[in-house]
């Protein structure tokens, strides 16, 4: 059974930081591309960051020199380190795993909730 288990999500006063992890489970960790979407209530689900399976990052516009993405395959995490946080950035964060491929499937955690209190 796959699963990814997200933690260390809370409330932050605006300015603040917090750092999100993603325990993976069930999948070759090392070879799935990793992400952190999120989505705010009335709001689509957007890209927050990815990171390849070789360690190449990708940020959306509005995180970009805020958050990092990080992945530690020898224990099978991906982590997001949000700093400079701002109220816009609430919402609930999720981790993903891409599929590798036409035959294969994405993978989606179950959330959690980040407040950003201004």
């Known amino acids: 059974q796959v699963q990814l288990v997200e933690s260390g999500g809370g409330l932050v006063q605006a300015g603040g930081s917090l750092r999100l992890s993603c325990a993976a489970s069930g999948i070759i960790f090392s070879s799935r591309a990793m992400g952190w979407y999120r989505q705010a209530p009335g709001k689509q689900r957007e890209l927050v960051a990815s990171i390849s399976s070789g360690g190449n990052t990708n940020y959306g516009d509005s995180v970009k020199g805020r958050f990092t993405i990080s992945r530690d395959n020898a224990k099978n995490l991906v982590s997001l380190q949000m700093n400079s946080l701002k109220p816009e950035d609430t919402a609930v964060y999720y981790c993903?795993?891409?599929?590798?491929?036409?035959?294969?499937?994405?993978?989606w955690g179950q959330g959690t909730q980040v407040t950003v209190s201004s």
């Open positions: 993903h795993a891409e599929r590798r491929g036409i035959l294969d499937y994405d993978y």
